[in-house]
T-cell receptor, first 111, second 113 residues
Framework: KQEVTQIPAALSVPEGENLVLNCSFTDSAIYNLQWFRQDPGKGLTSLLLIQSSQREQTSGRLNASLDKSSGRSTLYIAASQPGDSATYLCAVPNYGQNFVFGPGTRLSVLP | EAGVVQSPRYKIIEKKQPVAFWCNPISGHNTLYWYLQNLGQGPELLIRYENEEAVDDSQLPKDRFSAERLKGVDSTLKIQPAELGDSAVYLC???????????FGQGTRLTVV
């Protein structure tokens, strides 16, 4: 059974800092991994999708990497802004299964 | 292109009453998911549809929950009767097919009192 964990559970940083969010999964037989953002009281917004054949994916100030062999993915946020404050979730689908989500990292970027 | 649309956004009902949620996925997306999200936790799958077929409903509490996806497009999720512990956010998502990039709706926040 796939299990996904995220570290840290919460993070508070001053504006402008670069930061890294971590996601770990137990079953490396995945074919992609997706990072989402969730604002309070809102649904999930897809940020990045990394295929298993890729090592990283970039979108603006976001960069996500994937290391299947070690069961890890990181989301790097450059030059953080107060508008980046949200909960960040990673999700992993397996063959024949469904998206399994981590508990999320709650990020606060202070002005 | 419109995203995944859910309604209502909020619902407050008394326990033992029925409630229904509606989801319209992105056009052309064959796979539809219903997820349950409790406060401070990640979403958990309730049911997945491939077109009109429910291919994974193993986590759906079938004594009180039911779902349908007639014609393989819109979907409804129903709870009857609702219990206090059902208070949560119900999220609908769709993807072109199973396992590909998923897109979520805004969710329905249910409060059972």
């Amino acid at each position: 059974k796939q299990e996904v964990t995220q570290i840290p559970a919460a993070l508070s940083v001053p504006e402008g800092e670069n930061l890294v969010l971590n996601c770990s999964f137990t079953d490396s037989a995945i074919y992609n991994l997706q990072w989402f953002r969730q604002d309070p009281g809102k649904g999930l917004t897809s940020l990045l999708l990394i295929q298993s054949s890729q090592r990283e994916q970039t979108s603006g100030r976001l960069n996500a990497s994937l290391d299947k062999s070690s069961g890890r993915s990181t989301l790097y946020i450059a030059a953080s802004q107060p508008g980046d404050s949200a909960t960040y979730l990673c999700a992993v689908p397996n063959y024949g299964q469904n998206f399994v989500f981590g508990p999320g990292t709650r990020l606060s970027v202070l002005p | 292109e419109a995203g995944v649309v859910q309604s209502p956004r909020y619902k407050i009902i008394e326990k033992k009453q029925p409630v229904a949620f509606w989801c319209n996925p992105i056009s052309g997306h064959n796979t539809l998911y219903w997820y349950l999200q409790n406060l401070g936790q990640g979403p958990e799958l309730l049911i997945r549809y491939e077109n009109e077929e429910a291919v994974d409903d193993s986590q759906l509490p079938k004594d009180r929950f039911s779902a349908e996806r007639l014609k393989g497009v819109d979907s409804t999720l129903k709870i009857q009767p609702a219990e206090l512990g059902d208070s949560a956010v119900y999220l609908c998502a769709s993807s072109q097919r199973q396992g590909l990039e998923a897109f979520f709706g805004q969710g329905t926040r249910l409060t059972v009192v």
